[in-house]
Nanobody, 122 residues
């Protein structure tokens, strides 16, 4: 059992940056692969990135590769997403999630946060 809470969302103009955080409680964060997903109004929830238990391996969706960086601090039980060169199409609610396997699929993640809104203006 783990609880996740996202923060750091906001309004930025195109080309700007934001850093999202996901604070975990309950079981130790090092027991889980962690992922970031996003969902725009009326659309499905899409994979953004995941990171291995110790942070040695990462994987990104093509749409964010080279612009976003996922990282984790297991001692602080916190997951991060650094977002640079933001585009209007990045506008969505961003969610962090936890799983015990390497996967990009929404339905294979076991725990979810409530989400944080990111809005990018043109």
């Amino acid at each position: 059992q783990v609880q996740l809470v996202e923060s750091g969302g906001g309004l930025v103009q195109a080309g700007g940056s934001l850093r999202l955080s996901c604070a975990a409680s309950g079981r130790t964060l090092s027991n889980y692969v962690m992922g970031w997903f996003r969902q725009a109004p009326g659309k499905v929830r899409d994979f953004v990135a995941y990171i291995s238990l110790t942070g040695v391996s990462t994987y990104y969706a093509d749409s964010v590769k080279g612009r976003f960086t996922i990282s984790r601090d297991n001692a602080k039980k916190t997951l991060y997403l650094q977002m640079n060169s933001l585009k209007p199409e990045d506008t969505a609610v961003y969610y962090c999630a936890a799983t015990r396997v390497f996967t990009t699929k929404v339905d294979e993640y076991d725990y979810w946060g409530q989400g944080t809104q990111v809005t990018v203006s043109s």
